[in-house]
């Protein structure tokens, strides 16, 4: 037993060092499992070629005989499903009598080892006990090949780890650099910003100040054209303040300071703002100022969702239309509506005009410039003063919007 | 005659309240920059100062992180900036300037602001 099983760790040893897959692997094995036997008998393997089955090489007394032609048929063994067979042979160099071949099924290549005995029968001793030991080695060698293949998909395992946090870097580093792109382009924009602002200052500040003939009498057309600049300017100020806000928005960087304010004042200025505007087309717009709500607003966000929408009222009402804001309360909320008769808005947009960038075909849209940023923006501002804002539209009728703020009523 | 001090760096829009002020029937005197603004509100009294934020040689919230060190008493101030951005409107506020006029400005506005910080409405 001893010696069996210290060949046993020597098989394991030239499992674990040698290429399984050459021939000196199985030579080493044999020589191994020969000296577990006496000179009587000699230890063969048979490997499977393209040509047949192959008594690949074999070994007695230490001396290995290659390639021998092995010349009894084994092919109906080879196929069904015996374990071993036994053969008596004729005399012969090598092989004598008797006779044990037995399968090795773990490897395509490799078919089984062989046992021939010189002199004797072999004994059932003999036989059970070469049969166990070509399972023990074909186990150990199945074992290290599944180690293999275990090694081999562990390994691609791990690079697939590798690999995926290689990604992962890849990614947090794109991320990082976005991150960045978007502060660079939100410094941008405040910056161009503060650029613009500074010469349309002195453009408004001048037109303005011509206007109200503060230095002297105009003439008509240097009025009207005082009125255009204006008009222009405000145009201008509104796409600036547009891009700004969408950019705020993004990077929530958008302050939201409610206080107390007096809903009909700030309303009220708006409208002055927007006088040039909606006077130049002769639209006109009611308004009630003579009660007051007090509300939890930012001002100036507050004034913005009412710039925007009284703008655009402007904007998309014919000459001669009617304007009309109308502030009211229901059940503690404040709701203010801004109602024109201008040339409305078809079914299909009503969900997208809410959208960025979306521009509406019509007569209005076609003659005037704009970012497509207003309305994306009101509705933001008016979430931020926890409210909602619906619109009913009927095309050639005219347009409500409807804003209904919770809890801010004061 | 009201005395008022405008600081601003921009050539137009300092003729712009310069004359604007002026109609109005006030003093007003150039600064065309943040140092040449310290060394007048130092020397000189004033009764209101319309300052901008971004200017050469000290900006606008350096010139009155200045003043707050050196204890130096100013009148009141409106900040007139470009620069819409809510955190430098905070920053004002710390300094204790809750009017902050956004360029581009509504004379309206200017005006009636100014009045209101001299006390005359």
Redesign the interface.
């Given at each position: 037993m001893d010696i069996l099983n210290k060949s046993l760790n020597i098989i394991d040893d030239i499992i674990n060092n040698t290429n399984v897959q050459n021939l000196d692997f199985y030579e080493n094995v044999l020589k191994i499992m020969s000296s577990l036997y006496d000179k009587n008998f000699s230890l063969g393997i048979f490997f499977c070629e393209n040509t047949g089955y192959n008594l690949k090489t074999a070994i007695k007394n230490n001396i290995f005989i290659k390639n021998y032609n092995f010349k009894y048929d084994i092919q109906d063994f080879l196929t069904n499903n015996q374990k071993y067979i036994e053969l008596s042979t004729k005399d012969d160099e090598l092989f004598y009598k008797n006779t044990l071949i037995t399968k090795l099924s773990i490897k395509e290549s490799v078919f089984g080892f062989m046992i021939v005995s010189s002199n004797n029968q072999i004994t059932n001793e003999i036989k059970s006990s070469f049969l166990a030991l070509v399972n023990i080695i074909s186990y150990k060698i199945k074992d290290y090949e599944l180690n293999e293949v275990f090694k081999i998909q562990l390994k691609a395992m791990q690079e697939a780890i590798i690999e995926k946090e290689a990604m992962y870097d890849v990614v947090k580093k794109q991320h990082k650099k976005l991150q960045e792109l978007d502060k660079t382009k939100n410094l941008f924009l405040?910056n161009i910003?503060?650029?613009l602002?500074?010469?349309?200052?002195?453009?408004?500040?001048?037109s303005?100040?011509l206007d109200?003939k503060?230095?002297g009498d105009l003439n008509e057309k240097q009025a009207e054209y005082i009125k255009d600049i204006q008009i222009s300017?405000l145009h201008l100020?509104g796409m600036i303040?547009e891009i700004?806000d969408i950019s705020?928005l993004e990077a929530n960087?958008?302050?939201f300071?409610p206080a107390k304010l007096n809903s009909t004042q700030a309303i009220q200025?708006v409208i002055?703002?927007l006088e040039p505007l909606y006077q130049n087309k002769q639209i006109k717009v009611i308004f009630k100022n003579d009660c007051n709500y007090e509300i939890n607003a930012d001002y100036q966000k507050f004034q913005q969702i009412l710039y925007n929408l009284l703008s655009n009222a402007i904007k998309f009402t014919g000459k001669n239309g009617k304007i009309e804001i109308i502030q009211e309360t229901k059940n503690k909320d404040y709701i203010l509506k801004i109602k024109d008769n201008g040339i409305g808005i078809e079914k299909k947009y009503h969900n997208k005009i809410f959208k960025k960038f979306v521009h509406i075909d019509n007569i209005y849209s076609k003659s005037q410039s704009s970012t497509g940023l207003g309305l994306p923006i009101t509705k933001e501002l008016v979430k931020l003063h926890n409210g909602k804002i619906t619109l009913e539209s009927e095309l050639n009728k005219g347009t409500t919007f409807t804003m209904e703020f919770k809890k801010i009523l004061l | 005659m009201k005395k008022i001090l405008i600081v601003e760096d921009?050539e137009?829009?300092m003729?712009?309240f310069y004359?604007?002020l002026q109609?109005q029937k006030y003093t007003p005197k150039k600064a065309m920059d943040g140092l040449c603004a310290y060394n007048l509100i130092k020397s000189e009294k004033f009764d209101l100062i319309i300052l901008d934020i971004?200017l050469p040689k000290m900006t606008g919230f350096e010139l009155l992180e200045k003043l707050k060190k050196e204890n130096i008493q100013t009148p009141p101030i409106i900040i007139a900036s470009?620069?819409?951005?809510?955190?430098d409107?905070?920053k004002a506020k710390e300094f204790g300037i809750e009017d902050y006029i956004?360029?581009?400005?509504?004379?309206?506005?200017f005006v009636k602001t100014v009045k209101q910080k001299l006390g005359e409405i």
């Open positions: 405040a910003s503060h650029e602002r500074t010469p349309l200052n002195a453009i408004i500040g001048f303005q100040a109200s503060i230095f300017s100020l303040n700004l705020k960087a958008m302050k300071n200025e002055n703002i | 921009n137009l829009n003729k712009l004359d604007i109609y971004q470009a620069c819409a951005m809510d955190s409107k905070q956004t360029k581009p400005i509504d004379i309206n506005n």
